[in-house]
Structure formats: structure tokens, C-alpha cells
């Protein structure tokens, strides 16, 4: 059961323009979304967050939207940068204290085009 | 801050030999780490978390007999994949949480587990 849904297993955007980056959930107890930005064979690195009681939150090209009422979380990169062109991970935060953890979404790879 | 070293970032075995990956918080301490599995074109699959000084807590389906991880101190959590068979092939990740803060796991650049 997939707690946290990327569609999109891929997006193309031009250099420039927006890329927006869909996710969808369905626990409402999640209390924390983050997006992270993985390249090849490497780890993945914190992109920016938002708490559940938030619908916005932005952070230089990045911002990041929540619907709460619609479960559904997106990722905005303006402007696209061909050195944005990596795997996103979109991820919710459950549980407390030493129980907490982080639910994956599947990713979306994101090509920018020059 | 909040580097996560791990090594080593690859390595090949044999079927039936063991296998150990560290993973190191260089700049902060560690209360909890966590040990990631990415199969191809996959997402990450959490398969434990790591408390130091307690025992491991697996997530569902994941062997802890093959699986032995080890948190002796606030900066070292160690993986070790016991009787390695070909299908242990993967990209281990761990990743650290720092005590407080909300994005809470810094991670480590993964290891490639090949097993022959």
C-alpha cells in the first residue's frame, strides 16, 4: 500500500520554464512533507519541507505547495535549471519521538533541457 | 554540517561471505539512524532503524538474522549482510537524524553491494 504517490515517473522541462512535481497521500496523520533531491549513486539531499499546518513554503526557485483538503503536495522549480535535472523524492514524516520515520515516495525524474 | 559518511561506497563479494557497511555522522551526533535499500528504478525501501545502544527495529520482511545492524555509539551505525546471495545485490543507503530540526535525515552517499 502506497502511502505517498508520485505519478509521474518522469517529466521533461525546458530551461527556464516551471517544473512542477506532483505528490498525492492518503495518511492524514502525516505531520511534515519533504522533497529530496537524489543524483546517481549517491545519497539523497534535503530539498525544502512543509509543515501539514502550512500551504506554502518557499525557498529561493523552490516552492512548495500543500492541499491538505486533497491530500496532494507539489514541488515548483522556477527557473528550471539544467543542473536541476535529478531524481525527487517526495517524503512524509509519521510517528514521534524515536518512532518517527520517513514514508518514500517511487520519485520523479526530472530532466531539464537546455 | 550534518555529513553522513559511509563506506565503502562499493564493493564485491562472493556468494556466502558476509559483508560490512559503516556509516558515520562526522559533525553531529546520531540518536537514530536508518538503513535504506534502492532497488532499480525503485524507491527507497527503509528496511531498519537504528537507535544507539538498543536493538534495531526491521521493518516488515526484512530478515534480521541476515540483516545485523549494530549502533555502538552516537556517530557509527553499522549494516552487515550476513550469507550474501546475488539477490542482496543493491544500493545501501543510511541516513542519520540529528536530534531536533524537521528535515531530520542528513544521508550518506550509499554503497553498492555486488554480489557474485
Known amino acids: 500500500d502506497q502511502q505517498v504517490k508520485q505519478n509521474s515517473p518522469s517529466l521533461s522541462v525546458q530551461e527556464g520554464r516551471i517544473s512542477i512535481l506532483n505528490c498525492d497521500y492518503t495518511?492524514?496523520?502525516?505531520?511534515?512533507f519533504l522533497w529530496y533531491k537524489k543524483y546517481p549513486a549517491e545519497g539523497p539531499t534535503f530539498l525544502i519541507s512543509i509543515s501539514s499546518i502550512k500551504d506554502k513554503n518557499e525557498d529561493g526557485r523552490f516552492t512548495v505547495f500543500l492541499n491538505k483538503s486533497a491530500k496532494h503536495l507539489s514541488l515548483h522549480i522556477v527557473p528550471s535549471q539544467p543542473g536541476d535535472s535529478a531524481v525527487y523524492f517526495c517524503?512524509?514524516?509519521?510517528?514521534?519521538?524515536?518512532?518517527?520515520?520517513?514514508?518514500w515516495g517511487l520519485g520523479t525524474s526530472l530532466a531539464v533541457n537546455p | 554540517g550534518a555529513v553522513v559518511s559511509q563506506h565503502p561506497s562499493r564493493v564485491i563479494c562472493k556468494s556466502g561471505t558476509s559483508v560490512k557497511i559503516e556509516c558515520r555522522s562526522l559533525?553531529?551526533?546520531?540518536?537514530?539512524m536508518f538503513w535504506y535499500r534502492q532497488f532499480p528504478k525503485k524507491s527507497l525501501m527503509l528496511m531498519a532503524t537504528s537507535n544507539e545502544g538498543s536493538k534495531a527495529t526491521y521493518e516488515q520482511g526484512v530478515e534480521k538474522d541476515k540483516f545485523l545492524i549494530n549502533h555502538a555509539s552516537l556517530t557509527l551505525s553499522t549494516l552487515t549482510v550476513t550469507s550474501a546471495h546475488p539477490e542482496d545485490s543493491s544500493f545501501y543507503i543510511c541516513s542519520a537524524r540529528r536530534q531536533g530540526g524537521i528535515y531530520e535525515q542528513y544521508f550518506g552517499p550509499g554503497t553498492r553491494l555486488t554480489v557474485t
Open positions: 559533525d553531529f551526533q546520531a540518536t537514530t
Open positions: 517524503a512524509a514524516r509519521l510517528g514521534a519521538g524515536n518512532n518517527r520515520k520517513l514514508i
Open positions: 495518511n492524514s496523520m502525516f505531520d511534515y
